[in-house]
């Protein structure tokens, strides 16, 4: 096989860069505004609930809520304002008008008596037309009666008009005022037609002396309608609204409706007004990444993870609402999804899933204020806290961190929802069994996601890191010193990963695993001979050839069969590229005078694509170099690294690896450090030295 060509090579990946570009550009936000944007305006299936009908089933509140019922409201102000009695003001001109008409009225009689005498006469037909609406039995009784009597009537006529009218009196009270004016007039010693003229006259004349004074009253009662607090309607985590077979009130709609429980439908501008919001969520988001996590936004396989992941949580969020409307939020998994992402991508898109979704609850309805921000808080601390999960005994401490935390969560969100301290505690047990739940689905859904997007995750790599591990376990005892070669290799890469930013746990994992091909025929690698002698001696250069570069196919062989990740499988692969066995070469060599096919002689795979194969190829070859140096000192084992670099450099292993000359020079300290310390010159002990003295200078070495 010919060795690759970098210009076609180069060729072919830059178009395929272009290809994921314009996907990752076009089509995934597309799809991205679909998959979150749909559940957002689809129409929620009705409950069947109306007023003044029984409950269909029982309705407890999902969460705490709180608001001010505008109708009760409105009617406690009616009914204060209605309490207030009318404001009135008390008329002095009343009583003046009123002697006024009894006055002009008795010197009408007067002058008519004088005029015709006291005989019976139509005496009403001479009246002046403003008096015209007294009884004519009155005036008949005062024209014919004698001077004196004349007199006392009028007299007794003003004195009941002034008595009367100088009291304070509200038309609702007239009627009263009327009946002991006719009681004051009938006690009169006078003749009974001359009585009922004379309360006839006076009840003529009165009028209330309390006038109602509008802008006053209207004031009062302005004034105490103001005065009434809103009617604040608070509902609890937990608390029925009301019971099954229950008649539902208005305020029991209104409830309902504030929690979501209700059809969620809009009109047709609210709706498009919730996708824009989505999608102005999706450019936000793909904008971020762009700016801040290019590695991210050019990957379609993580795009598509964060859009599932947040399209799964607010699709779960609108399922809950249908068939569990009145669970509570808390005993939720919310985290899992940001926990995912960050599992699955890293922690920034961790970060941008634990915002998404949660702008999502808010725009379902599912949460609001204070309950919002607890969700958020919730899910941005799972993504810190999965982000120190380096060791397999940390992922216990991680599940017991989200199941305290959505304890507290629960807690001080009901808190400050107004929840009282006691009843608090309630939420703070749904937020421990949610943060359970979330850790316990957490693990449980990570295999899953690896397998379908193709990811290896921290957590996979810490379980093929166990020296348990069946392969490795068959590589300890079937390969010991390439076990041990492997071991250190692992060392060396994830050490120099952490120096120059690459991943550490996969360039140690990938270390572990890339000699693995050697168990099938160990005895022909160095390492495993011990001092057996070696069987190369016996065998011709191009057979030697073929044995050592056939442990690369074998060891994917074996990769597949154990399903190792493809991160690892790809390790294996490429930890010797296509790089020249030159010992083997240089004796075919000077056994047929030069006249050597150097393809023969050449692993025939792919050159390193990534920093972590990179690093796990120069660290195979530095331990394999440095091993073989006579008398090692730090000089000479750093040559030995140095000469090792600008070898795989100058052979062109290294430059599809994305690894620069400064990352080289990082290595090559690395490098040097670690093994000037592993095989660093030992003391040669004298064979009759104390056991106590040889036991002392063993140890200083």
């Known amino acids: 096989m010919d060795r690759p060509s970098s210009v076609s090579a180069a060729s072919r990946r830059n178009g395929e860069k272009w290809w994921d570009r314009t996907r990752n550009r076009i089509v995934l936000p597309i799809l991205a505004v679909a998959l979150i944007g749909v559940p957002l305006v689809i129409q929620t299936p009705p409950i069947g609930v109306s007023e003044g009908e029984p409950a269909p089933r029982t309705f407890r509140a ?40 009894v006055a002009a009225y008795f010197e009408a009689i007067r002058m008519f008596r004088t005029e015709h005498g006291t005989e019976p006469t139509e005496a009403v037909n001479v009246l002046p037309p403003a008096m015209i609406g007294y009884d004519d039995e009155w005036t008949e009784a ?14 007794s006529a003003e004195q009941l008009v002034t008595t009367v009218l100088s009291r304070r009196f509200s038309p609702e009270e007239l009627d009263a005022v009327m009946q002991q004016l006719e009681e004051s007039a009938d006690s009169l010693a006078l003749s009974p037609p001359v009585r009922d003229a004379i309360g006839g006259v006076a009840a003529a004349s009165v ?15 302005a004034a105490a309608a103001e005065a009434v607090d809103p009617v604040v309607v ?23 409706r504030r929690l979501g429980l209700l059809d969620q439908g809009g009109s047709v501008p609210s709706l498009a007004a919730l996708f824009l919001l989505a999608t102005l969520a999706v450019a936000a988001s793909a904008a971020y990444l762009w700016r801040f996590e290019r590695s991210v936004f050019e990957r379609a396989r993580d795009l598509l993870i964060v859009t599932t992941l947040v399209a799964g949580a607010v699709w779960v969020t609108r399922a809950i609402l249908w068939l569990f409307p009145e669970v509570s939020l808390y005993i939720l998994p919310i985290p899992l999804a940001a926990m995912l992402a960050a599992l699955l991508v890293n922690s920034r898109a961790g970060l941008l899933t634990a915002v998404l979704s949660t702008i999502g609850g808010v725009l379902l309805g599912f949460s609001e204020g204070a309950s919002a921000v607890a969700m958020l808080v919730w899910s941005v601390s799972s993504v810190v806290a999965v982000s120190f999960m380096t060791e397999r005994r940390r992922l216990f401490y991680v599940g017991m961190f989200l199941v305290a935390s959505g304890a507290v969560i629960g807690w001080s969100a ?60 068959r590589l300890m005892v079937e390969a010991p010193g390439t076990y041990n070669h492997s071991v250190l290799t692992g060392n060396l890469a994830e050490t120099a990963a952490e120096s120059i930013g690459a991943n550490p746990l996969l360039a140690r994992v990938g270390a572990y695993y890339h000699d693995i091909g050697k168990i099938y025929r160990p005895g022909f690698f160095v390492e495993n001979q011990a001092g057996e002698g070696n069987p190369h001696d016996e065998t011709a250069p191009t057979l030697s050839a073929l044995i050592i570069t056939a442990h690369v196919r074998e060891g994917v062989k074996l990769a597949e069969e154990y399903r190792l990740p493809i991160e690892v499988i790809e390790i294996i692969e490429q930890h010797h590229g296509d790089s020249l066995v030159s010992y083997f070469y ?37 331990e394999a170099a440095v091993r073989a140096v006579k008398k090692p000192s730090l000089p000479r084992i750093e040559n030995a690294i140095r000469r090792v670099v600008d070898d795989k450099v100058a052979d062109g ?35 009759a030295m104390p056991r106590r003295e040889h036991a002392h200078q063993h140890h200083q070495s």
């Open 207 to 221: 009028r209330a002396t309390l006038v109602l004074d509008e802008s006053a009253t209207e004031a009062a009662r």
């Open 414 to 473: 009901s808190l400050a929802g107004g929840t009282p301290p006691f009843e608090a505690l309630s939420a703070a047990g749904n937020g421990a069994l949610g943060g359970m739940f979330a850790a316990v689905l957490g693990y449980g859904l990570l295999p899953f996601f690896e397998y379908a997007f193709g990811v290896t995750t921290d957590v996979r790599l810490l379980e093929l890191s166990s020296p348990g591990h069946p392969l490795l376990r």
């Open 62 to 101: 999902n969460r705490t809520v709180q608001f001010v019922d505008e109708e009760a409201t409105e009617a406690a102000r009616d009914s204060a304002a209605a309490s207030i009695e009318p404001v009135y003001v008390f008329d002095a001109s009343v009583l003046a008008e009123a002697r006024g008409d």
């Open 234 to 256: 608070v509902k609890q985590a937990g608390e029925n609204i009301v019971q099954r077979g229950e008649i539902v009130t208005a305020e029991h709609l209104e409830i309902i």
């Open 586 to 622: 240089d004796k075919a060599a000077s056994q047929t005078d030069g006249v050597v096919a150097e393809a023969d002689f050449r692993y025939r795979f792919t050159r390193p694509q990534s920093r972590e194969a990179a690093l796990v190829m120069l660290a195979d070859s530095a």
């Open 653 to 687: 292993q290294l430059h599809d690896s994305d690894l620069t000359l400064a990352d080289l020079d990082k290595v090559v300290r690395v490098y040097t450090k670690l093994l000037t310390a592993s095989y660093h010159p030992r003391i040669e002990y004298p064979e």
């Open 142 to 155: 005062l024209v014919t009666t004698d001077d004196t009597t004349f007199g006392r009537a009028a007299r």
